[in-house]
């Protein structure tokens, strides 16, 4: 939300959330964007986040740690236009139940030399969507958990928004 608060011709127009302590709530209300609240029943059962993001008219659908599949009613109303961001160079480590310091782990456990993220698109598979970017970082033989994950966040605080703008360009 920082990267475009600037921006004039990009707005981040609505958060919504299946978690109503998420962190990116009170985020969202220091920049004075719009909230909105679901249960797994709305979102799976009813069209009701279909409806709030036409009333806003949203472009683009951007997730960031939201760990439930998409349905298709979403998919079908936002055709390569909802994407995502996975810490890990999909499509190594990637699936149900990978995400966060389980991804980090399992890098871990395999040994591997590098690592990185991978933006792609959504589509009704757990990070099987088309990859838009993917940026790479090397892990060092002494790097901790810890140290895999900051790697990762500051490729995703660095990527994550450009990508997001050169997306909104093209729409």
Known sequence: MEYFKYNDQIEVA????NNPDAYVLQRADNFEVP????????????DEVVDVLDRLHIDLVVLAGFLWLIPQNLLRKYPNKIINIHPAL???YGGKGMYGDRVHQAILDAGDEESG????FVNEHF???????QARFHIQPDDSLEVI????QQL?????PKIIENLLKKI
Not at 14 to 17: A, E, K, R
Not at 117 to 120: A, N, R
Not at 156 to 160: A, G, S
């Open 14 to 17: 609505l958060v919504l959330s």
């Open 35 to 46: 909230t909105h609240i679901f249960d797994k029943h709305a979102f799976y059962k009813t």
């Open 90 to 92: 999909l499509p190594a």
């Open 117 to 120: 993220i991978t933006i792609h």
């Open 127 to 133: 990070d099987e969507g088309e990859v838009i970017y």
């Open 149 to 152: 994950k900051f790697k990762g």
């Open 156 to 160: 995703e605080h660095l990527h994550y």
